[in-house]
């Protein structure tokens, strides 16, 4: 399994990118990235704030294949993410329900999952935001960034790539094999 790779400069948000692929083409895998979201979202409606430099990027999954419940699909992409962070940052990387990983009791990352139908067919979507170099003022939620974390320049396309292989290792072995 591959995710087809989808690149912008500008979208409106990453989540919103993969349900416009999702409907138009037919890909089973895709990874939308983009440099800049101009209206990215967060759960239960909230706005994602989006500063350039950060990760902005969308997997999208065709669920026909998985022989495994929706809510521990949520579980281990948290896992899968917590897994790259943890890459460059060693110290303990806690998860907040139901997507925030927090670092030091401080918002790093969030996660936005959405299923979209098309046809006789349900996608997962799972929207990953990552605060690699600046990060956002919320009111009584801190937040902070990796650069700030560990004193050095991640390089955010090493960080996407990373993801993508972690992404296809571990959902590869959760696909039902066919007979």
């Known amino acids: 399994m591959k995710f087809k790779i989808f690149r912008f400069n500008k979208v409106k948000s990453t989540n919103n990118t993969a349900i416009r692929i999702i409907k138009n083409y037919n890909y089973d895998f895709g990874m939308i990235s983009s440099d800049l979201q101009v209206n990215g979202r967060g ?3 909230k706005k994602w704030a989006s500063y350039k430099g950060n990760l902005f990027v969308s997997f999208f999954y065709n ?21 790259c962070i943890s890459q460059y940052y060693k110290k303990k990387i806690h998860f907040k329900k139901p997507n925030d990983l927090l670092i030091q009791k401080k918002k790093v ?10 046809f006789n067919n349900t996608y997962l979507i799972v929207g990953i935001g990552i605060n690699l ?28 790539l990373e993801l993508k292989n972690i992404f296809e290792n571990n959902l590869k072995k959760l696909i039902k094999k066919r007979i």
Do not use: A
Not at 67 to 79: A, E, F, G, H, V
Not at 149 to 156: F, G, Q, R
């Open 43 to 45: 759960q239960y409606g």
């Open 133 to 160: 170099i600046k990060s956002p003022i919320i009111k009584n939620y801190p937040t902070t960034h990796l650069r700030e974390l560990i004193n050095k320049d991640i390089s955010k396309k090493k960080v996407e």
């Open 109 to 118: 990352c969030g996660i936005l999952q959405e299923k979209v139908n098309k």
């Open 63 to 83: 669920l026909k294949n998985f022989k495994i419940s929706l809510s521990r699909l949520t579980k281990i992409n948290c896992l899968i993410v917590k897994k």
